[in-house]
């Protein structure tokens, strides 16, 4: 009995223990954090799981094709090298367009949701909105790959992996020279798997901004540049011709009247040679050509140099003279911006585009030259350009 009554009141003291702990706060609310940290913990991984699983779906080109609107790429690609060719590597859409890094990755992840809303859109699930938006789309790409210095092409593609006898001299120059001008694999390599899209319109922008400056000159204005080569004149009326002054060349605003503006032309003109005006001495940065009248007109300073490598003597020379504003612009910054689109939309198709500064004044002359005719240029396109890539020349870095 007394065994009994002893093991009932251990029993007690056992039990009332437990309720004691379990009345106490501070123990209750570290079980209860425990188990909200398995839960959690345990709930991380199953979302972690199912993360990583939709990742890996979306990953495979059955999923990136299975849009409408990725039809007309996924048709290019299957045109392309990428797709089929004498190695029988194949490079998917994922390889080329989404990183390995995991930062990056789901950061690419993130920005896809966009295509997914241009699929419920329907903004380009036809081929005339596809190719309504291809450049947009396109630039979006560059942008991105520029930024990572190509980091996908590279992930495949190592410059100081390949043979480089075995590439055509274009490339084996283009290569060499991209790591000394920080260029990247899509400088060159646009239009590689998808079609190149219509680079027009940004040059059209470019002229839509500037337009609306051209023909007038506002108070105020120091300088003007004709938007093509012009004719110019002696005197106010028009009756007495000048020459020409080619396109984009900067003139010093004199005076406005009537429609026609009074221009001051300031540059050099090289020994024996009169009939021409020239930006700077020793460059074949071409300003103006003179009439009979402008050449005795022409105003030659007593400024003059002698260039000790050609023997040339220069004098400095001023010209003032009229001009209809109709192809004027004061509106310098907004012409160089449309001169540089030119420039890029026409020099970017089959190499990295140049920087203006890496050739001088005279260089660019005959680099233009001998690719312009590889280009869709015009005439007076081309003479824009030019009068632009010799201002910004390696040489010209006051202009």
Not at 45 to 60: P, R
Not at 188 to 211: N, T
Not at 349 to 368: I, K, R, S, V, Y
Not at 382 to 390: D, G, H
Request: proline fraction near 3%.
């Amino acid at each position: 009995m007394h065994n009994q009554n002893s093991s009932f009141v251990r029993g007690n003291k056992y039990g009332q223990s437990i309720v004691v702990w379990f009345q106490n706060k501070s123990k209750v609310r570290f079980i209860t954090v425990c188990l909200i940290v398995v839960a959690s913990f345990i709930t991380g991984i199953i979302f972690f799981g199912i993360f990583q699983l939709s990742m890996k779906v979306t990953d495979n080109i059955a999923f990136c094709t299975s849009c409408h609107s990725m039809g007309i790429a996924y048709q290019e690609y299957q045109a392309s090298k990428h797709y089929q060719n004498t190695s029988g590597v194949r490079a998917i859409c994922t390889d080329c367009h989404v990183p390995s890094e995991w930062g990056p990755y789901v950061l690419a992840k993130v920005e896809a949701t966009r295509d997914l809303l241009a699929e419920v859109r329907g903004t380009i699930d036809t081929p005339e909105k596809f190719a309504a938006k291809r450049l947009e789309l396109a630039q979006r790409v560059w942008a991105r790959m520029e930024a990572s210095d190509s980091r996908e092409c590279r992930s495949c593609h190592a410059l100081e992996s390949m043979i480089a006898a075995d590439q055509t001299k274009e490339a084996q120059a283009q290569h060499a020279r991209a790591p000394t001008k920080n260029e990247t694999c899509i400088d060159c390599h646009k239009g590689l798997v998808h079609a190149m899209p219509d680079l027009g319109p940004l040059a059209q922008a470019a002229f839509a901004d500037l337009e609306p400056t051209i023909g007038s000159i506002p108070a105020g204005a120091t300088t003007v540049h004709s938007l093509v080569t012009q004719p110019f004149f002696m005197d106010a009326g028009g009756e007495t011709k000048g020459g020409q002054v080619l396109a984009g060349i900067p003139m010093a605003v004199v005076q406005v009247a009537d429609g026609m503006a009074k221009v001051r032309l300031a540059g050099w003109r090289q020994e024996d040679v009169e009939r021409v005006l020239y930006a700077e001495a020793g460059k074949r940065i071409l300003m103006a050509s003179l009439s009979s009248e402008a050449r005795e007109a022409i105003e030659t300073s007593g400024d003059s140099v002698t260039l000790e490598d050609t023997g040339q003597t220069w004098s400095r020379a001023v010209l003032e003279g009229w001009m209809p504003m109709a192809s004027l612009t004061a509106d310098t910054d907004k012409l160089w911006n449309y001169a540089g689109a030119l420039f890029s939309t026409n020099c970017s198709l089959c190499h990295a585009l140049p920087h203006t500064n890496e050739f001088d004044a005279n260089q660019w002359m005959g680099q233009l030259q001998a690719m312009v005719s590889s280009t869709s240029l015009e005439k007076e396109e081309a003479r824009l350009v030019q009068t632009y890539l010799q201002l910004h020349a390696a040489d010209m870095a006051e202009h």
